[in-house]
């Protein structure tokens, strides 16, 4: 039985008493005994936390205070680089272009997945042997790969697709040339190379709504989309925030497939906010300017992040 | 809320149904319209593999080879030391998705099942990790490697990368889904919380394990830039690296590239078509129904 | 497919194990060997594409010779200036290295190389050598010059004629000319690409008489001269779809696949390219023509890897005598021939085992350009060293972008000159 949609686990009382606030409706035991065992569960996560997140971000953190060159000494510059950062409008063009990114994104691959996996797990499509295969063989790519393919098939000048549309009389689209077109390329690989992850979270969420449930609607006489809508979407609702939340983290981070098929390109306009940071800070030796860029991003991706699980438990409650 | 007495079940094929075959064809037909589409680019590079190098950029374009050729594949073969790459990235790849399924179970189970102020912070915590993009940490990163004494090490590649947010939320979200009753009855009949995690509540969720394990070697997989950093030892180098050093600065031997990104793709479909199995075909209702 | 939970709680207990054990040994087994007394191996860090024998095949005489043996490691291009940087911070340089260019963050452990350099029988080309304080740091392997291909089919079908012999070159404007009529002749679509790199548009504007972007006495980018401006302006005008492509500076489409279609007259790049059109080009047959002059007879000479000895405790003699073996004059010839490259040593005669007979016209073509060049042709890669040298690393990536700017029609040139001095510039610092 599903008992919670939300994002947040409520604990329900076997007796159907409303749940207290405070999580505790068995027999109250030894306090050490849930504290220890989930101290021991997160133990792995947590040391590594510490020792690979914790300590190279608090050492990013003391460069962004500095204006280090990768080599030599470190001198304190205080709040400098943020005051360069608030004021630089690379930066700022940058971010933009991340966000429509991430906003044509997201939703193009929660629906592709989402959908793809319906297909999959549903009983009335056949052949699902092959296309589960083709469906995954995308992301297994790397994304040099990825953006050589297609970086040839959408190529302004001898690519596939303006060769078929030139054939049936067209005129060919400067992919490469024009900012936006070369944008939705890069959009339309990322949703190809990204379905397949999201599909298989998916599966496992879909395959967990009890069959039941659908029998108990098929009997009030609902059709597919009722059922869809109505018993579907709600149970993979958990399932379904963190999809977003997941794929907006990662599209934010966007570096080598949109490399791969632009370099950021034509000239600079479609550079995104990884790359920006790592042409400032890597390529021209500001260690510390760069690092502050990566900091006001995580602070940006925190924001998103908090946003999106209030919005996820509003809907929920 | 009765556990249910209906045995883990085959989803009764309701024979016989008004609008079943319309209802087929319908279905059938878009997703094999989708997978036209995601397939596509794939036949693309796939038959570009076989084709001479010469031929690659012939106008006007082709699909399929004129001379189909395996030159591309025999000379990848013999660019680098392709079996010890592939042992190299397979001690990796295995290591490191056993300690990710390790970790990411436990922490995930953790959080869905234990309400404590601390471990909402540490699921904040943890998902801190995927706020910061890998080039910015890569330099400090390198810098604890060092000073730890993993350097030239194929374990500086594997530890580093058993954190996951994704596969600690993976588990935390299924483990949200069973019940609170299961756990309840298990602590009645006297099981300690680790071995209920271990012996109950773990086998519930292979479906996720096996997910996260094909997710977690595919990464593991097509890492480049951390391996190429760490390790100095020819004899320790993994695939991708092998890979990448077909990519010349000033040219790239096209043809090469495309047998050796084949080649180094296979052993993940290999892995793909082992798991996706079980992973498809699991009934998983989580042991209790209504 | 019931696994009993015990039997799985205990497989997962011993796969725990081994796991962690099996780590260990990695980490165990391969620490660096810290023994200064050990000088039977050195190693040898370089970056290739190609299947280059050449290293290999000198090593094992030098192991015959010495009984040293030498360890080549080949790492990709991609992230080996990253590896170098963060193998210096972990102090675990190579012994030896062709590297892509020096690192301020190491060059202070560079040994001196001198010896080699100014040893008479070699006949270095002095002139590019990375030198200061009159201490030689790195040795270039081999020399890199930009140059001209053109369709040779596509000339032939269109009967016009070229030259091939740099001192009898043509201008530009005849070029550009000859290029036009065989276009309009075989329906071919663009005239020229031309590789989209700062280094390569050096003989550009080089052979129309500017003297580009150069250092001035106070060690920063002096504002460049008129002729520098107009040709950059002359250039950013032929891109307009009908000689050369837009996407190529503008959107960098890569000019090497649109070359290889057949589809384009001529292309300019660099030497690099015969070994892999000896191999890829095979629907149509292509040949080296001279670089057009206008009235400057000039390219863009750059070096291929600089070849480093490191100052690694215990094995800085036996690095040494790597490299001097190296350059020794008749190992360096079986070196440069096993792997095509454009020798640094005076006077060789040297035969490549190239198979096609394009390839090898090439290579003779390119030794006779170095030659007559102008010595502005060198003046690129010699302020990138300077600056090195002086502790400021400049990534002249920027001019791409500039270049790219001024091509898609977004600002005039005196903006893209401007900027492209004051980014230089700001990187100097």
Same mark, same amino acid.
């Given at each position: 039985?599903?008992?919670?949609?939300?994002?947040?686990?409520?604990?329900?009382?076997?007796?159907?008493?409303?749940?207290?606030?405070?999580?505790?409706?068995?027999?109250?035991?030894?306090?050490?005994?849930?504290?220890?065992?989930?101290?021991?569960?997160?133990?792995?996560?947590?040391?590594?936390?510490?020792?690979?997140?914790?300590?190279?971000?608090?050492?990013?953190?003391?460069?962004?205070?500095?204006?280090?060159?990768?080599?030599?000494?470190?001198?304190?510059?205080?709040?400098?680089?943020?005051?360069?950062?608030?004021?630089?409008?690379?930066?700022?063009?940058?971010?933009?272009?991340?966000?429509?990114?991430?906003?044509?994104?997201?939703?193009?691959?929660?629906?592709?997945?989402?959908?793809?996996?319906?297909?999959?797990?549903?009983?009335?499509?056949?052949?699902?042997?092959?296309?589960?295969?083709?469906?995954?063989?995308?992301?297994?790519?790397?994304?040099? @790969?990825?953006? &050589? %393919?297609?970086?040839?098939?959408? #190529?302004?000048? *001898?690519?596939?697709?303006? +060769? =078929?549309?030139?054939?049936?009389?067209?005129?060919?689209?400067?992919?490469?040339?024009?900012?936006?077109?070369?944008? @939705?390329?890069? &959009? %339309?690989?990322?949703?190809?190379? #990204?379905?397949? *992850?999201?599909?298989?979270? +998916? =599966?496992?969420?879909?395959?967990?709504?009890?069959?039941?449930?659908?029998?108990?609607?098929?009997?009030?006489?609902?059709?597919?989309?009722?059922?869809?809508?109505?018993?579907?979407?709600?149970?993979?609702?958990?399932?379904? +925030?963190?999809?977003?939340?997941?794929?907006?983290l990662h599209t934010m981070k966007e570096y080598g497939l949109i490399f791969a098929i632009n370099a950021g390109g034509p000239g600079t306009e479609n550079n995104l906010i990884v790359q920006y940071i790592y042409t400032t800070g890597f390529r021209k030796a500001q260690i510390g300017y760069a690092s502050a860029a990566s900091f006001v991003l995580l602070l940006i991706l925190v924001i998103i992040a908090v946003v999106q699980l209030l919005a996820s438990r509003r809907k929920g409650s | 809320m009765a556990v249910a007495s209906k045995p883990p079940a085959?989803?009764?094929?309701?024979?016989?149904?008004?609008?079943?075959?319309?209802?087929?064809?319908?279905?059938?037909?878009?997703?094999?319209?989708?997978?036209?589409?995601?397939?596509?680019?794939?036949?693309?590079?796939?038959?570009?593999?076989?084709?001479?190098?010469?031929?690659?950029?012939?106008?006007?374009?082709?699909?399929?080879?004129?001379?189909?050729?395996?030159?591309?594949?025999?000379?990848?073969?013999?660019?680098?030391?392709?079996?010890?790459?592939?042992?190299?990235?397979?001690?990796?790849?295995?290591?490191?998705?056993?300690?990710?399924?390790?970790?990411?179970?436990?922490?995930?189970?953790?959080?869905?099942?234990?309400?404590?102020?601390?471990?909402?912070?540490?699921?904040?915590?943890?998902?801190?990790?995927?706020?910061?993009?890998?080039?910015?940490?890569?330099?400090?990163?390198?810098?604890?490697?060092?000073?730890?004494?993993?350097?030239?090490?194929?374990?500086?590649?594997?530890?580093?990368?058993?954190?996951?947010?994704?596969?600690?939320?993976?588990?935390?979200?299924?483990?949200?889904?069973?019940?609170?009753?299961?756990?309840?009855?298990?602590?009645?009949?006297?099981?300690?919380?680790?071995?209920?995690?271990?012996?109950?509540?773990?086998?519930?969720?292979?479906?996720?394990?096996?997910?996260?394990?094909?997710?977690?070697?595919?990464?593991?997989?097509?890492?480049?830039?951390?391996?190429?950093?760490?390790?100095?030892?020819?004899?320790?180098?993994?695939?991708?690296?092998?890979?990448?050093?077909?990519?010349?600065?000033?040219?790239?031997?096209?043809?090469?590239?495309?047998?050796?990104?084949?080649?180094?793709?296979?052993?993940?479909?290999?892995?793909?078509?082992?798991?996706?199995?079980?992973?498809?075909?699991?009934?998983?209702?989580?042991?209790?129904?209504? | 497919?019931?696994?009993?939970?015990?039997?799985?709680?205990?497989?997962?207990?011993?796969?725990?194990?081994?796991?962690?054990?099996?780590?260990?040994?990695?980490?165990?087994?391969?620490?660096?060997?810290?023994?200064?007394?050990?000088?039977?191996?050195?190693?040898?860090?370089?970056?290739?594409?190609?299947?280059?024998?050449?290293?290999?095949?000198?090593?094992?005489?030098?192991?015959?010779?010495?009984?040293?043996?030498?360890?080549?490691?080949?790492?990709?291009?991609?992230?080996?200036?990253?590896?170098?940087?963060?193998?210096?911070?972990?102090?675990?340089?190579?012994?030896?290295?062709?590297?892509?260019?020096?690192?301020?963050?190491?060059?202070?452990?560079?040994?001196?190389?001198?010896?080699?350099?100014?040893?008479?029988?070699?006949?270095?080309?002095?002139?590019?050598?990375?030198?200061?304080?009159?201490?030689?740091?790195?040795?270039?392997?081999?020399?890199?010059?930009?140059?001209?291909?053109?369709?040779?089919?596509?000339?032939?079908?269109?009967?016009?004629?070229?030259?091939?012999?740099?001192?009898?070159?043509?201008?530009?404007?005849?070029?550009?000319?000859?290029?036009?009529?065989?276009?309009?002749?075989?329906?071919?679509?663009?005239?020229?690409?031309?590789?989209?790199?700062?280094?390569?548009?050096?003989?550009?504007?080089?052979?129309?008489?500017?003297?580009?972007?150069?250092?001035?006495?106070?060690?920063?980018?002096?504002?460049?001269?008129?002729?520098?401006?107009?040709?950059?302006?002359?250039?950013?005008?032929?891109?307009?779809?009908?000689?050369?492509?837009?996407?190529?500076?503008g959107a960098g489409a890569d000019p090497n696949a649109l070359f290889k279609s057949g589809q384009v007259v001529a292309y300019f790049s660099g030497v690099w390219q015969v070994a892999d059109f000896a191999e890829g080009i095979t629907n149509f047959e292509w040949a080296s023509a001279p670089t057009p002059a206008q009235p400057v007879h000039a390219t863009d000479i750059n070096l291929g890897g600089k070849v480093v000895a490191f100052s690694n405790k215990g094995k800085v003699d036996a690095a040494k005598q790597w490299v001097d073996f190296i350059f020794?004059?008749?190992?360096?010839?079986?070196?440069?021939?096993?792997?095509?490259?454009?020798?640094?040593?005076?006077?060789?005669?040297?035969?490549?085992?190239?198979?096609?007979?394009?390839?090898?016209?090439?290579?003779?073509?390119?030794?006779?350009?170095?030659?007559?060049?102008?010595?502005?042709?060198?003046?690129?890669?010699?302020?990138?060293?300077?600056?090195?040298?002086?502790?400021?690393?400049?990534?002249?990536?920027?001019?791409?972008?500039?270049?790219?700017?001024?091509?898609?029609?977004?600002?005039?040139?005196?903006?893209?000159?401007?900027?492209?001095?004051?980014?230089?510039?700001?990187?100097?610092?």
């Amino acid at each position: 039985m599903v008992d919670s949609v939300q994002a947040e686990p409520r604990s329900v009382s076997a007796a159907g008493e409303p749940a207290p606030t405070r999580s505790r409706w068995w027999p109250k035991r030894k306090l050490n005994s849930y504290t220890v065992a989930p101290l021991l569960m997160i133990s792995i996560n947590l040391v590594l936390f510490l020792l690979f997140f914790i300590w190279p971000a608090v050492i990013g953190l003391n460069y962004s205070f500095t204006s280090y060159t990768g080599v030599g000494p470190a001198p304190y510059v205080g709040l400098d680089n943020y005051e360069r950062l608030v004021s630089d409008s690379a930066f700022y063009a940058a971010l933009w272009r991340t966000l429509i990114y991430t906003g044509a994104v997201v939703p193009l691959t929660f629906v592709a997945s989402l959908g793809t996996a319906y297909l999959l797990v549903s009983q009335h499509s056949k052949g699902k042997t092959v296309t589960r295969v083709v469906f995954f063989m995308p992301w297994l790519i790397s994304p040099i @790969i990825a953006g &050589v %393919i297609w970086r040839w098939l959408f #190529g302004e000048n *001898f690519g596939l697709v303006n +060769f =078929v549309i030139t054939e049936l009389g067209g005129k060919a689209l400067p992919w490469q040339s024009n900012a936006n077109l070369s944008l @939705i390329v890069v &959009v %339309i690989a990322a949703t190809w190379m #990204g379905t397949a *992850f999201n599909m298989l979270l +998916f =599966v496992a969420a879909l395959k967990n709504v009890p069959t039941s449930y659908y029998e108990a609607a098929d009997l009030d006489g609902a059709n597919a989309w009722q059922k869809f809508r109505r018993i579907t979407l709600p149970a993979i609702a958990p399932t379904s +925030f963190i999809v977003v939340l997941l794929s907006t983290l990662h599209t934010m981070k966007e570096y080598g497939l949109i490399f791969a098929i632009n370099a950021g390109g034509p000239g600079t306009e479609n550079n995104l906010i990884v790359q920006y940071i790592y042409t400032t800070g890597f390529r021209k030796a500001q260690i510390g300017y760069a690092s502050a860029a990566s900091f006001v991003l995580l602070l940006i991706l925190v924001i998103i992040a908090v946003v999106q699980l209030l919005a996820s438990r509003r809907k929920g409650s | 809320m009765a556990v249910a007495s209906k045995p883990p079940a085959l989803r009764r094929r309701k024979v016989g149904k008004k609008g079943d075959v319309p209802r087929s064809i319908g279905t059938s037909s878009i997703m094999w319209l989708l997978a036209v589409v995601y397939g596509l680019p794939l036949i693309w590079f796939l038959l570009s593999s076989f084709k001479p190098a010469g031929d690659l950029f012939s106008y006007p374009l082709t699909v399929f080879p004129k001379h189909w050729t395996v030159s591309g594949y025999t000379q990848a073969w013999t660019k680098f030391d392709v079996a010890q790459y592939f042992v190299n990235t397979l001690i990796v790849a295995v290591s490191a998705t056993l300690l990710t399924i390790v970790a990411s179970a436990a922490a995930g189970y953790a959080l869905a099942k234990y309400n404590s102020w601390w471990l909402k912070i540490f699921a904040g915590c943890i998902l801190l990790t995927t706020m910061l993009p890998g080039e910015t940490i890569l330099a400090p990163l390198f810098v604890v490697i060092r000073n730890i004494g993993l350097y030239n090490s194929l374990a500086g590649v594997v530890v580093p990368a058993v954190i996951t947010a994704t596969g600690t939320f993976m588990f935390r979200q299924f483990f949200v889904t069973v019940p609170n009753d299961l756990l309840e009855a298990a602590r009645i009949d006297g099981s300690s919380e680790l071995s209920t995690f271990i012996r109950i509540m773990l086998p519930l969720a292979r479906p996720i394990v096996l997910t996260l394990a094909i997710f977690s070697f595919q990464w593991r997989w097509n890492d480049f830039l951390w391996p190429l950093i760490i390790l100095n030892d020819p004899n320790q180098f993994t695939l991708q690296i092998g890979v990448a050093s077909i990519v010349g600065a000033q040219n790239v031997n096209w043809s090469v590239l495309l047998g050796a990104s084949v080649l180094s793709m296979l052993p993940l479909i290999a892995i793909y078509l082992v798991f996706q199995k079980y992973v498809m075909s699991a009934d998983i209702n989580a042991g209790l129904k209504d | 497919m019931a696994i009993s939970a015990t039997v799985r709680r205990g497989r997962l207990r011993w796969l725990s194990v081994g796991v962690i054990a099996a780590l260990t040994l990695g980490a165990c087994s391969s620490g660096d060997s810290d023994d200064s007394a050990d000088v039977k191996n050195i190693t040898f860090w370089y970056s290739t594409s190609a299947q280059d024998q050449g290293y290999i095949d000198l090593a094992k005489d030098f192991q015959a010779k010495t009984g040293i043996s030498v360890e080549i490691v080949n790492l990709p291009n991609d992230g080996y200036q990253d590896k170098l940087k963060q193998a210096a911070q972990a102090n675990a340089l190579p012994d030896t290295a062709s590297v892509p260019s020096l690192d301020t963050l190491w060059v202070n452990q560079l040994q001196d190389l001198s010896s080699i350099a100014n040893n008479a029988t070699n006949n270095i080309n002095k002139d590019l050598i990375t030198a200061q304080d009159s201490k030689v740091l790195a040795i270039p392997s081999d020399v890199t010059a930009a140059g001209l291909y053109i369709n040779k089919s596509l000339f032939d079908k269109a009967k016009v004629a070229y030259p091939t012999d740099p001192s009898q070159t043509w201008t530009w404007d005849e070029f550009l000319a000859a290029a036009d009529k065989v276009r309009t002749a075989t329906k071919a679509k663009y005239d020229l690409v031309y590789d989209r790199s700062p280094a390569r548009i050096r003989p550009w504007i080089y052979s129309h008489g500017g003297k580009g972007f150069q250092l001035g006495a106070d060690g920063k980018f002096a504002t460049p001269d008129a002729a520098t401006v107009q040709a950059i302006d002359s250039f950013a005008k032929l891109n307009n779809d009908v000689i050369m492509p837009k996407s190529v500076w503008g959107a960098g489409a890569d000019p090497n696949a649109l070359f290889k279609s057949g589809q384009v007259v001529a292309y300019f790049s660099g030497v690099w390219q015969v070994a892999d059109f000896a191999e890829g080009i095979t629907n149509f047959e292509w040949a080296s023509a001279p670089t057009p002059a206008q009235p400057v007879h000039a390219t863009d000479i750059n070096l291929g890897g600089k070849v480093v000895a490191f100052s690694n405790k215990g094995k800085v003699d036996a690095a040494k005598q790597w490299v001097d073996f190296i350059f020794e004059r008749t190992n360096y010839t079986k070196l440069a021939q096993a792997n095509g490259y454009l020798p640094i040593e005076k006077g060789l005669t040297l035969t490549y085992p190239f198979k096609k007979q394009a390839a090898l016209d090439a290579f003779a073509l390119y030794t006779k350009e170095i030659e007559s060049a102008d010595p502005i042709s060198a003046s690129g890669q010699a302020n990138q060293t300077k600056l090195l040298l002086a502790g400021k690393s400049v990534d002249d990536a920027l001019v791409k972008d500039e270049m790219g700017k001024l091509v898609n029609g977004q600002q005039d040139t005196q903006k893209t000159v401007d900027n492209i001095i004051a980014g230089l510039n700001q990187q100097i610092g």
